[in-house]
């Protein structure tokens, strides 16, 4: 998840960091200076070349092996949503460099490349000299500007607290194959060092990734190692809270025998059981800070060569031993002093933006508009006015619950605001007292319904993407190949503009045609069959105009299958996370598309081998025929007598079809005699000689008389025991002749059974 490092990196200055609202822009358009004399100057503009010369919109690339979830959706989303302020357009790519063939894909469209963690394929980008920098990794082999969190800082901040509890087994538990979990490995081999505990392997547990099941996995190391250990530092939240998960299952108890701390601060590490203690990093500010650092660089303006680190802190919550809203409460004790309100004021804003601190100068309406209102409310009680009504604090509230839904934070507000009357040392009389207990919990109860409204919302989200993707899957599924194309199953999405481009050539992936398109705004659409080199793709002028001005977001999805690599979809719509809900749901999408056209191919390749077999087959039965008639020839020998020359194998299938080539022949010649000559047969059983004796006597009673001609020795020693009826034979062809036809060429005319 949090992923980053260290390096060569400088510390991310505030202004650098995304504020909600006037705030944020207030605290863009600052200089901000920075170690190697990097400066941060007045809103750049991106001095694109290439663009201004196209007339195509200003535009970064990003490229993420995933787009949405608890890291990857709120990066992203902090590159699109700094981009949107500047009029930019992002471009993203899901995939590796190497997967979606960055730089060639895009070429002539993007300005600047961010890779978010995946390097693989990143020497292309290095080759092609366009400006590129990474988040949340470093290349091992390629020096480019990084940003990346502060990894050393939050794991040191973890492990001092830790010992500061008393704690001096502590173990690290992490895969080591991020990038991010290594460099806070050596973070805390070093906080140990700097505490002068000796670092002891055997405390070092593996996990297999960075998920709940790599956790879980490493519970039984850690529990092996009770003895020596009383504490864990994680590489991840959700490493930790699968090794929760697992330890408590055991009958370990949290954090009497073991005390936890994750990093990230995912949403579940807040209503775990116990909330976990986490290093909280803010991923949206790494998505800003990577949007600003790259925009410098394509201004041609100074920027941190190394790159920047964004700020984390620790968040005290139950899993170390903590009671955590009254460490933070007595750590706002020994804040400055100012004015009364603006005091107040100011720390509630601190406390609704950790780790981000409030620029110095920016005022807390600036982020928090209603904290005036509520501040003012708050002084009024304690002067003796009655508490606002519940529906003015409720909407006051609603501010920072869009700013944070943190139920500890918000509660930690309310606590900031019971104390402050404490602070001021005067007296305070009993009515005042409960004048201040009711507004404290009315704004208890104003946070809580905020917050069941947001858990509602979000129950329903779920419940609309459950149903979106149900439509989805159906239509890609159960639809036709035209549906399939013509991207209306996008309809129940909050996609308003698509295209699908195929590879005209899967093996070059040089040119793509367009075999899509859809829009929900009315936006015009490309061409069907339309084509465009994938340096250009996609071409400015194909996207609406949500997409040019940097409004929307512009996705292009790889669509595979296992059989084959079909092209590109492009979407234009609201954010990833927004528009799907869930770290799976686009990749979902593109898995299902590329299904249905594997399927839509494979049905069009087997409808084209039922034709072909439907003409073999015809060809076969025309063949059948031909090789029928070749099989039992009827030849007129002479005036009123037929030849049948029989050549090959004779079996009973062979002398059901003399039988009645032999009667239609007597019955178009008018024969009188039919010599059926068995010369180049090897072999004629009973059966076969039974069946030829039938078709003698259905010939007699057509009026003809059937001889059989070529009745070698072998044969006729077959022949001896079965009835011919008055089949005569003839040893060949010449002696029939010469009995039946002594003329020389004049049938002998005589009665049907006559010699």
Not at 12 to 36: D, F
Not at 507 to 536: F, K, M, N, Q
Not at 730 to 740: E, I, R, T
Request: glycine fraction near 10%; aromatic fraction near 6%.
């Amino acid at each position: 998840m949090g992923q980053g490092g260290q390096g060569s990196g400088v510390p991310l200055p505030e202004q650098w960091g995304e504020l909600p609202g006037a705030a944020g822009r207030e605290a863009r358009g600052k200089i901000a200076p920075s170690a190697a004399g990097a400066r941060r100057v007045e809103d750049p503009s991106l001095r694109g070349a290439e663009a201004r010369a196209a007339g195509r919109p200003r535009t970064i690339g990003v490229v993420a092996p995933f787009l949405a979830g608890a890291f990857w959706g709120p990066v992203v989303n902090g590159i699109h949503a700094s981009a949107q302020l500047r009029g930019v357009r992002t471009l993203v790519l899901r995939g590796t460099p190497a997967e979606v063939q960055a730089p060639s894909l895009a070429r002539e469209q993007v300005d600047g490349w961010i890779v978010i963690i995946e390097m693989d394929g990143l020497e292309e980008l290095a080759r092609a000299g366009v400006p590129f920098i990474t988040v949340g990794a470093r290349p091992a082999e390629i020096d480019c500007p990084a940003v990346i969190p502060d990894n050393h800082g939050g794991i040191r901040s973890a492990v001092r607290h830790l010992i500061e509890h008393g704690h001096r087994g502590i173990a690290f538990i992490g895969n080591f194959g991020a990038y991010d979990v290594r460099e806070r490995f050596a973070a805390y081999k070093d906080a140990l060092a700097e505490a002068g505990i000796p670092f002891d392997p055997d405390l070092v547990i593996p996990c297999d990734n960075n998920m709940y099941s790599g956790g879980r996995a490493a519970a039984p190391a850690l529990l092996a190692r009770r003895a020596a250990c009383t504490a864990a530092v994680f590489g991840t939240d959700k490493n930790a809270l699968g090794t929760m998960a697992a330890l408590k299952a055991e009958g370990a108890r949290i954090p009497e025998d073991f005390a936890l701390i994750g990093f990230d601060d995912i949403v579940e590490a807040e209503s775990s059981d116990p909330p976990l203690t986490t290093v909280r990093q803010r991923f949206e500010m790494m998505g800003n800070a990577a949007f600003d650092l790259i925009a410098s660089m394509i201004a041609g303006e100074a920027f941190p060569p190394g790159g920047v680190h964004t700020a984390n802190t620790l968040i005290l919550r139950s899993s170390c031993g903590c009671n955590v809203i009254q460490s933070f409460l007595d750590r706002e004790d020994a804040a400055p002093e100012e004015d009364e309100g603006g005091a107040l004021a100011r720390r509630m804003v601190e406390l609704l933006l950790m780790p981000r601190p409030l620029p110095p100068g920016t005022p807390p309406t600036a982020v928090w508009p209603a904290v005036a209102r509520v501040i003012e409310a708050y002084f009024a009680v304690l002067g003796g006015a009655a508490p606002p009504p519940a529906v003015e604090l409720e909407r006051a509230y609603r501010q920072a619950v869009e700013i944070t839904p943190d139920l500890g934070t918000l509660m930690a507000m309310v606590r900031l605001l019971g104390q402050a009357y404490e602070r001021r040392g005067a007296a305070v009389d009993a009515a005042a007292r409960r004048r201040v207990d009711d507004f404290l919990e009315l704004s208890r109860l104003a946070l809580a319904r905020l917050r069941v409204e947001v858990e509602s919302k979000h129950v329903h989200q779920l419940g609309l993407l459950a149903r979106t993707n149900y439509d989805v899957s159906f239509a890609l599924l159960g639809g036709t190949q035209q549906e399939t194309r013509s991207l209306s199953w996008l309809q129940p999405t909050t996609v308003v503009w698509g295209c699908l481009a195929l590879w005209e050539d899967p093996t070059t992936r040089a040119s793509l045609a367009v075999a899509g398109a859809y829009s929900r705004d009315g936006s015009p659409t490309p061409p069907i069959g339309s084509r465009c080199p994938i340096e250009a793709f996609p071409p400015a002028g194909m996207l609406p105009p949500s997409a040019a001005d940097g409004t929307f977001m512009v996705l292009l999805l790889p669509i595979r299958s296992s059989e084959r690599d079909w092209g590109i979809l492009v979407l234009v719509g609201p954010p990833v996370v927004a528009m799907t809900g869930d770290e799976g749901t686009v990749a979902i999408w593109g898995t299902l598309l590329g299904a249905a056209l594997e399927r839509d191919a494979l049905l069009s390749s087997l409808s084209a081998q039922h034709a072909d077999l439907q003409k073999a087959y015809e060809n076969e039965r025309a063949l059948s025929e031909t090789v029928r008639e070749l099989g039992c020839p009827i030849l007129p020998l002479l005036p009123g007598i037929l030849l049948v020359p029989l050549i090959g194998l004779f079996d009973s299938g062979r002398a059901q079809q003399v039988l009645e080539k032999v009667a239609d022949g007597v019955s178009r010649h008018e024969a009188l005699r039919v010599l059926i000559d068995i010369t180049g047969v090897p072999f004629v059983d009973a059966q076969v000689a039974h069946l030829l004796g039938v078709t003698s006597r259905a010939a007699a009673l057509l009026g003809a008389r059937v001889y059989l001609v070529g009745v070698r020795p072998e044969i006729a020693k077959s022949l001896v025991d079965v009835d011919l009826g008055n089949l005569t034979t003839f040893s060949s062809l010449s002696m029939a002749l010469q009995k039946l036809a002594p003329g020389g060429g004049r049938a002998v005319q005589a009665r049907p059974g006559a010699r």
